[in-house]
């Protein structure tokens, strides 16, 4: 059985083309989301603690979205929407203003070579789209082994006057994981002994 391709190209000309908005019901539950969220294994793990909350997985890979799937129906949960998206192109029309709680992003893929660093989604547009997609007081948790990725999104993150980081100016979040559950590639890395750089930052009141 071959393996799924860990890494995809978000701009091949099959994966431009945008989807839907996401139909969230208007309930009134409070919405994580994870962005890029591969197995789901972090999502899914949240939702089995905060069965009043409702989360989003989004992924560009439909592959690792099955397997997500096939685990939250095994675990019976209700509150746990797995959807794929490419957030280069859909970003700004998959939420509704304010609707979001928390965004994850964990361990996004670095893209290292210099010819493809064009393939790392998060830019100052889509940083903006997701905070505009934020309530007021919501978060942004990020987390990276790869230092470069992880300074690249501290710019951008200090750089949005609608955020402001829990950890004080220009500060790393120093607290570890304060949500109780890990990705998968986050169980790896700590495993192995290498750091993790964490950003925690919230949209102002």
């Known amino acids: 059985m071959r393996r799924p391709r860990q890494h995809v190209n978000p701009l091949s000309l099959h994966l431009l083309a945008p989807r839907e908005p996401l139909a969230l019901p208007d309930d009134g539950r409070p919405v994580e989301v994870e962005l890029g969220c591969a197995d789901a294994r972090f999502i899914i793990e949240r939702a089995e603690r905060e069965r009043e909350r ?5 992924d560009i890979r439909e592959v690792y979205l099955d397997e997500g799937r096939a685990r939250v129906a095994a675990r019976g949960l209700d509150n746990v929407r797995l959807e794929a998206c490419n957030l ?5 029309t998959l939420f509704a203003p304010g609707r979001v709680a928390r965004f994850f992003i964990n361990f996004p893929d670095p893209w290292f070579k210099r010819r493809t660093k064009n393939r790392r989604w998060l830019t100052d547009e889509t940083l903006a789209h997701l905070v505009a997609a934020l309530a007021e007081g919501g978060e942004i948790f990020f987390q ?11 710019a951008l993150l200090e750089a949005q006057p609608a955020l402001q980081n829990v950890a004080g100016e ?10 109780g559950v890990r990705s998968t590639r986050e169980t790896i890395v700590e495993e192995a002994g290498l750091p ?5 930052f919230a949209r102002r009141r």
């Open 54 to 58: 409702l989360f989003v997985g989004l």
């Open 196 to 200: 993790v750089w964490r950003l925690r």
């Open 170 to 179: 220009w500060c790393f979040y120093r607290g570890g994981n304060p949500f």
């Open 88 to 92: 280069i192109v859909d970003s700004a």
């Open 144 to 154: 990276s082994d790869v230092f470069e990725v992880a300074l690249e999104a501290f």
